[in-house]
């Protein structure tokens, strides 16, 4: 009987300067008193203070700030069990661990879940999933939508470059992840869901279109980075956001002495899968070039061996996941591409 | 309790080459027969025959087909009452007024709607509202999303010419409709719904980033004014998509001897009110440059005394509606500048 | 990926005594001013005042006061499209036409609904459909749940006996409609929705259990009357609250000279067909026999002429609908026990 | 903008004889397959093979049965963190622990869940919140309904009477519930949901109507507790189905030797408080005679000194609860009436 789809969206989404010191307000004004908090564990101690500076001036009670060193289930879960019976909102303050294990404790306590990132170096902020490991295995599990996403545009405007970049690579990979979306379907019937993959594929193009390193290209990126995660919500699958370029990122986690940024490892991997999807690489590496994604990875140069056995055990990683990497040919080509293309090159040290 | 926010979207959308031949598919995989298919008057016979031939070849029983020649309340109040009850489902084919009409009669019969435009002329083939003449007068008329959207992209990529300059004009008056509900909060306090504004935004520059009349700007241009019009749904207002240029826009319509297209007068107003807002004039001016647009409307110059006339009779339009007009000495100013801004002038005969 | 179901409900319920002088206070809450009352024509002069009187003492301005003589889709249509745009709500105050038509306009217009019965005579004042006229025929029509049930348990408990009656009438047929529905999944395999049923059928027992015709008996009446418009919500038909005898009593309604409450008309053609169905007749019986619903129907009796024919054109009243009548030698069953029952013998004149 | 309020009820529900044998069909016909079975330690084996042969019957892949003893957090979280990432249901079949940890397992990992219940001791087969132990304290833990309700009336039909006892217990207590919840509201202002309360309390009369031991009344009295678990669910607590009798409850549960099954420590915690709040003690007390119930617990009685110490912790069990025993002088009172009352002072051994 229903006539049209209902999907999630964050209930409160404040995206502007200064929203940082707002973050008490948007509480107060859906009653979420008292909360608790849970920090980054390095967090740029300013940003802890004007957090629980707003909180105080608007008359949320924090009962506690917990700083989060480890996105574990377990962690999450021991947090959990002692939450306080009154806590009425759970804030996350800083970069993805942080955030990762709040989503997941407000998920359990079913409670309203504030997002406050300090950086855009991944879509994880607004997305329905959780990153922690289990014993000790990195797992992607199922939580909920923030309930309010607060970005603070002069904060992530301010972010180390690293993670900006970190976060473009986690933006472009959309184009490389709904190519192979389409494919799994041409090749195994795995149904698309049109409007999850236009939202995410217009998400792209809006940063792309005027990539910049400040306030404006905050608001971009982080509204990018926003829509992907709702495309994800509307197909409840990791699809519109996720393909064979994460596949070599998450084989890359598994094997590498020290792994890098997440978006730098799979933006690096999104050029490369574009080339042989044949899929915009050109656009891809050029907005690479632009922003000086390329040689912010020069400077401290992958490892080719590790990226060969990566491409080997990336079709593996996720059961019944067709990707372009599933195509016959596909590993050799790639790995080929690795030392053949010019860009790619120039980013392995040995 | 609801942690996070329920939004309505489209529950089937299909945005593709040779999706009009795939029509009746659509509808058998949802079990929608028999169906009822209202069709523009005039429309490109081609096409009604593709979208009959597509029904009967996947066993979609036609009950009736109706040409629309009038989009109004009364024509489709009276439609609907003779709805046969076994009719599953209301197709509409072709320009505004068969899609403004086909999605009030299935509003009234709760019955799912498929809108497969054959054109992208305006927002309205995805919007929670029909313009509908009521006794004669314009009227914007609460209804719900379409069940599906069905847009193929070579049908609407070989629309005339000046309906996709139409569907550019109402797509770069989102920037400054945007301007309008902030400065309503700025001024009034009216609230603005950050996620339907970013995501409203957000459509606007995908197209922007790379105009062009093919498959492939229809598939741009198709899916920022499909997003917005979910906007609109999101905020339950018409605020993301409509502001002052709009006001100017409705005042044309009531006293123009011959009004022109939706989107020519919109997108011209867009520019005039962007230059009071000083909000990005020269992007809206170059993209109209670069679309041809500007070019198209001096082949059929508009009345400058109507313009005039419609300046000062817009901010009244709607009842409590602030936007830029609403300040002091705006409308002065936008008088001179129909005449000063060399963009403007050429836009007027007289 | 939805793991749950989600439906509607009113927003606001409030069933006590004295909730009428509380209407103001309803709306005020919510910020549902200036607002529209439409009320039944001969409705008691002092229901008026009072729900005029409290919208006033809680700042709730009355756009208009429109008395409703008829229930037809033209005369809602007509309300509807000269509805002040600033009207925020419809507030429907009497009995069942009153109540239809403004749940229509409130429809159209898209703005929330109150339902404010004076009586329980039937299921319409929480109900999705409205039932109204076109063109002088019966018709349900789609409609929308009320967003508030304002039940004022002293009002309706002071409701003439015979309104009482007829509400019991529209309450005890629910069990024949779901053996009816049963019935249709075994022989043709209509889907039955188990929880609605099963809502539908609990509705029936809590007032049986103690009929009264006071205030408890009023909430208990009210209540179940309430549940049973929300199960045809849930399964989107009407299914669990219509069967065979609603069949007879729209025969009744379109052949009669003088047609007598739906109720009442209900209410014997559901004893009726219970006797067919062998499915709880003598709890039905008796229930009738306890309220004195069967007296107030000998005291102005129906035409047994008339019933013969209705009981021969129900099965074809609604297309696709079949019930014990669709049985083999039902109609003819029913027919003779129109007089060999002794409880039904003595409800015809002739 | 939203005009009605949207709640969730279970998909599916089949309340039937022979549920259980049909149990894998509904698994198909929602394609849910691979699944994984939790089931009741101490479960009739017959219903366990019944269980697994129908799964097998209709191609639904089991994965494992785990045998639940222990209905805590950790338990459940760990059966969770092994949960093969292909299960695609969760089968919880038996009693309260099993149904408890199974719903947790599917909420954990967002699978629907197919709650199963061989008996009808209380009604957590169809509520928003799992009772689980955290470090071995009983905890209500948020979770989700469930996807479907498969209620078999012959097994469930068949259960011991202290089983079946127990289940009314649970049931009456929603007027004493109800009671504490109005209460609450007059003299703390807590708000009350009108349609929860009345859906919960119109629950509870159908049963009472007519209480047996056989199929039909396990349909009425599995109804009246299903819509009792969606009663919690729509107003977000558990004000309509539990009250100061459960808090009674929960005392005796940490302090008692020996705690009785659940519904029999509350059913005899209802009559008491409804004596205090002089609300329907002779229809609640008659309904016990009559099923017998106090003879099931004179059988094994009380403790006279564990009741006395529970009535006085009651109060502080939950933060915030007002209920009957909040008013002066109810305690005393509370603990006069275990002995001054015949039914009650019946029920202790010393």
């Known amino acids: 009987m229903e006539l049209v789809t209902r999907v999630n969206i964050p209930s409160v989404v404040r995206v502007k300067p200064g929203a940082l010191d707002r973050l008490g307000l948007y509480l107060r004004r859906s009653g979420h008193s008292p909360a608790v908090l849970l920090s980054s564990q390095g967090l740029v101690p300013e940003y802890l203070e004007r957090a629980e500076r707003s909180l105080a001036e608007h008359g949320i009670e924090r009962l506690e700030t917990v700083e989060v060193a480890e996105a574990s289930f377990e962690f999450a879960s021991s947090l959990f069990t002692r939450l306080p019976g009154k806590a009425a909102a759970v804030v996350g303050l800083g970069g993805g661990k942080a955030l990762d294990v709040a989503k997941y404790v407000a998920f359990l306590a079913r409670r309203p879940y504030y997002a406050t990132p300090t950086s855009l170096s991944n879509d994880g902020f607004c997305s329905p999933q959780s990153s922690l490991t289990i014993a000790g295995r990195r797992r ?74 400040d306030r404006e290209g905050a608001r971009l990126l982080g ?76 400077s401290d140069p992958f490892s080719l061996a590790e990226w060969r056995q990566a491409i080997r055990l990336a079709p593996a990683i996720k059961e019944d996941f067709f990707t372009i990497l599933s195509e016959p040919g596909a590993l050799d080509e790639a790995e080929r591409l690795l030392t053949a293309d010019p860009r790619l090159r120039a980013c392995f040290a040995d």
């Open 140 to 213: 992607s599990l199922a939580a909920a939508l923030p309930h309010a996403v607060v970005l603070d545009l002069d904060v992530c405007g301010q972010a180390p470059r690293p993670l900006w970049l970190s976060g473009i690579g986690d933006l472009v990979c959309k184009l490389t992840a709904i190519f192979d979306w389409k494919l799994a379907f041409r090749r195994q019937g795995l149904p698309v869901n049109d409007f999850a993959a236009l939202l995410s594929d217009a998400t792209v193009y809006q940063f792309l279109a005027q990539p910049s390193f």
């Open 223 to 298: 509204t990018a980075l926003m829509l992907n995660g709702v495309a994800m919500e509307i197909c409840g699958s990791s699809r519109p956001a996720s393909g064979s370029e994460h596949l070599i990122s998450h084989a890359l986690d598994g094997i590498s002495k020290r792994p890098r940024l997440h978006g730098l490892q799979v933006g690096v991997a999104t050029y490369l899968v574009s080339l042989l999807q044949e899929n915009q690489s050109e656009r891809i590496g050029r907005v690479l070039d632009e922003t000086g994604f390329w040689e912010a990875v020069r």
